[in-house]
């Protein structure tokens, strides 16, 4: 049981420190290949025309070809009548000038009397609608630099100076090794029990792929010193750049710092930055051995801010997830002294201000980085920022992308991800970007002015009504409007043929019962504790009143799973999970919607979604709504 | 000899009648792939995650798991000893929590006594560093809504999600018939004199890869209805999309048109767009069939504009052409208020403003659309936009590319392109973007803010002196340096035995010698007519004194096709076409450079590249520079 202290070097050290390494040792291979199939590969040289574009004189228009001469003095009082063959002959656009004229005349200036005689009506002057020789590119001219990335008019302007074959930067291999014990493949169907299934290999190759590499994935390799140093071995003759993906960090089973030293050395163990700290950064053979943390969302850090640079040795990246924009920061972000943190963000433009709201930010949560619209970086000697700052953003979309993003925040509802997925099948260009805050959360978002739509279903408990105090009290100084949603049955989720007779809320005060409750500020929450309080229960007669989850969707798959008795929440969600459910009441689900917004074609594409008999007949499948 | 007038529909009409009838005719195929082979598919419908992600509690960190109740109590002053197997197990992350233990202690927090007992000083609290079952994805959650773009992260969710497979959108077939007499196969090796190379279906396949579609090229079809007709039809049965380039306007063999009504319907011929303006939009067989205008800039306009949006139809586009930014015009554009216009604009920040630089506008240009960074679109009832407007640019490349361009305008010279390839050599980041606008050109776009950088040889006849006196008298305004570039010997340029006997100046007053000048401005042209006035010739006694080219290189490549016998140029442009030099005098090449960018990296990268052994190298090769 013995175990190393992790280095805690800054990113930016680390990173020049080792591809300065890596320049020194490495040089670029490069091939040839048919300009046609070079979309997206990088030049090695520059290239020169081999031949002028266009290599004759032209016409550049559809018309007749004559010497200029004859027609000096023409006009529209004195027009000149011209002979076929003789004066002038046909010609279309692209076609060679014969070498007794300098001019055309556009079809459109030309009478046409019979098939031998037309008239004209102007002159012309000398090379008049002539493409001359070279007028795109002359023959010796360079056409494209090195190291440049060839796009579709690259290939044109290749192929019209004569070039149909061009030097291009060789593609990087990179092998992907995944290690561990506690992994299984993807495509292995035998359950297995606390095992992972291994899908970093699959993320990883997916980028490496858009950054123009090329992967070779080795099958899973057991926590075996020897087996990890064969694996390496084998790769170094095969590839480039080789991943060796988990046992980075420092647990008794991490052999990947081991075998780098062995086959080479480790240059780095350990960067300051959070999450994706226990990288490794070793070369061996000449060659860039990167050992890379499992959890899914530091590798795709890693990938980002180190893998990306290693190959970019072998040329620029095409897309462009460098740009980075401003952004009012919606909430305090707190952070270590110790890291540079990489908080995932949504972006929403709102009263024509960008907001960057973050999300969830567990090491583990490969989603939050799919949902992510940009990445904020907080400095290691900063212990957060303020909400209300301006903070810069790297993009992970297109910008037109973000500006359309319908922020919604509040409760959740698994209907607001069907909303969406209308607003797709509409081909609206509208996205919603939902986060689960509960009602409250909702209601507070929109008074801060960080969402378009809040979504809540709060029960005034003195009126029976629904929302309308609420907005009233808290959204007083907004400017915004409700909009009926649709009614949902709230009840008590019960595993499937429980051992426990649950029949109403009292029936929860049982010491052997599991109880999963939702988070403060939840229209769920204020439901329990509502009923609670109508039949005298005190919270901690609830075993498990205490235990938090966010969405109706995870209070049932607690329950499914065997981790909790019961808990609160919608029929769907029961549905969704084949448990039992207990209907207790039907409430209301409405859209708070941000003035501003609701005049723009944002709000009409998300009213027209909520009323469509598409919207209806997806709540009548899910089950419970009204 | 009969034509049609074309139609003169404004884009977006013709685009929203075609698109509304398109959509109304075809469906999106859909098919079933592995979800690792799907990046930067879109998706058909959405996606459901079937297993949840954790599926089993599992240890958020390496250490020890344990019960969180015996720990209670336990702090600095009073530790407690642990026994393994006992009290404890030894855990790394991610491996399944024993059923027995709630809570996780970091390995930090542990102190190691032997390999059997352990020392802890804090409490641990229930579920302490225990991801949750779902923590990430609850089964039933949806992943990802209809028509999405899957990205390497999405990927990831995906998996994580226990989805394997996933339904895609088909991939749109395009097929694209070349057509014409005048044009030849680009690997045909024959020399056709008069004919094109047929590279527009190269350029034309490329955006359609770019845009996630599939691409058939058919063989070139001669101007004959049966023939082209013969290719429609089968092409039908093939694809979604059929391209017929050329044969799209209203020549004498201009049959797309008339083939496209017998197979199906025109719906527009002729948008009032320029270029581009003959296209032809028709519908046969349910599918798209569009006529392409010849000119590869005009083609590369129709694809961007309309066969994009065509190809959305199957799903969004993932390069992000759309986004937009404003700019200032460097110079006043002039458009006709008949049509449309797309002009091609470099971009360059010069004194913290981005600018516009409009390059040249043929159609025929496709190195332009290469070069550009941008496009910038005149209204059809806008006469033009004034010099210092704020324009809107469509971007063609990322921004944060264009931010690095150094732009450099002013004289020619073939070092400036090799100065481009050493910044890409060296990896700098930085790109040279060169217009030829001649010296004078170069010191006036000094003057009003529009380079970093203007290259000059301007010889003051009085001094006999260069550069200086023009910049003080000039630039007396601007915040500008001189640094001194390179000297390069200028001559006669004369074919390779002529038959005329060229040995000085004076030998050019001959009516026979075609004589090919600079542009006015031209520091090469201030040259000649310097060098006239010295030997008191007339310039209406040189024959082509009226007669401009705009580089060195092509008055060389005119000479070379036998379309000028003499020219004034530097040496190097003789060397490349093998020309006769008949050397007059020694000139000073030297950089005019604008003082903020002198204090940026920009700067010193260029300064590197221009003292480097390399550029040195290049000029000797080049020959004819000091």
Known sequence: ???????????????????????????????????????????????????????????????????????????????????????????????CVPEWCDAVIMMEDVQYIDSRFVKIVNSAYPFQHIRQIGEDICSGEMIISSFRLITPSTIGALLAGGVEYVDVVVKPVVSIIPTGDEIVDIADKISHKGKIKEFNSAIFSAYINEWGGECIVYPIIPDSIELIRNALTDALTKSDIVLINAGSSAGRDDYTSTVISECGSVITHGISIKPGKPVILGIAGNKSVIGIPGYPVSGVIIMNTIVRKVIELWGKIYRESEMSINARLSKRLV?????????????????????????????????SYMRADGIVTIDKNLEGIEAGSTVVVNLLKPLSEIEKNIIITGSHDPMIDEIDDILQCNKTAYSLSSTHVGSMGGIYAMKRGECHIAGIHLLDTETGEYNTRYVKTYCSEVDCTIIKGFKRVQGIIVAKDSRFSITSIADLVNHDIRFVNRQKGAGTRILFDHLLKKYSIAPDMINGYGREEFTHISVAQQIASGGADAGLGVFSAAKMYDLDFIPLCEEEYDFVVQSQFFNSKGWAVFEEAINSVVFKKRMEQAGGYV
């Open 335 to 367: 952070s270590s002294l110790k890291y540079k943190e990489f908080i995932r963000v949504k972006l929403g433009r709102i009263n024509e201000q960008l907001i960057a709201l973050p999300l969830t930010s567990g090491a583990g949560i490969i989603t």
């Open 1 to 95: 049981m013995q175990f190393k202290y992790l280095d805690n070097k800054p990113l930016e050290t680390a990173l020049s420190e080792y591809i300065s390494l890596l320049q020194d040792t490495q040089s670029v291979k490069t091939e040839v290949i048919p300009v046609k199939n070079s979309l997206h590969r990088f030049t090695s040289q520059a290239v020169y025309a081999t031949t002028s574009s266009p290599d004759y004189y032209a016409a550049a228009m559809d018309g007749i070809a004559l010497r200029s001469s004859i027609t000096f003095g023409v006009n529209e009082t004195s027009p000149k009548i011209l002979e076929i063959e003789k004066d002038f002959v046909i010609i279309d656009t692209g076609d």
